[in-house]
Nanobody, 126 residues
């Protein structure tokens, strides 16, 4: 099991940038693909971005492509989500997820993922 702790959320204005971090512990970090998901009030959880264990492959939801960047530092056991040009519709609780299989992250369903963080709130005002 991997323990995940997100940080970096907050209240920003539309057009601003924000960087989320997710610190992992418990297993060999580089053996895990990582991802970010989000859930807005009254909506289903949705996939945001994925990164492979070595960081060579990334994948994004169409809604954030070109605005968000996922990266990881395996020496620090941390994955990041750099968010730019934020929009009010980006408002959600953002969750970090880990899985040994990259497919289970970028497939987007989240159904085969057991390791989740507690979430961090991102609120974008118009």
């Amino acid at each position: 099991q991997v323990q995940l702790v997100e940080s970096g959320g907050g209240l920003v204005q539309a057009g601003d940038s924000l960087r989320l971090s997710c610190a992992a512990s418990g297993r060999t970090f580089s053996n895990y693909a990582m991802g970010w998901f989000r859930q807005a009030p009254g909506k289903e959880r949705e996939f945001v971005a994925a990164i492979s264990g070595a960081g060579r492959a990334t994948y994004y939801a169409d809604s954030v492509k070109g605005r968000f960047t996922i990266s990881r530092d395996n020496a620090k056991n941390t994955v990041y989500l750099q968010m730019s040009s934020l929009k009010p519709e980006d408002t959600a609780v953002y969750y970090c997820a880990a899985n040994p299989l990259y497919y289970n992250i970028y497939s987007g369903s989240g159904h085969n993922i057991d390791d989740w963080g507690q979430g961090t709130q991102v609120t974008v005002s118009s």
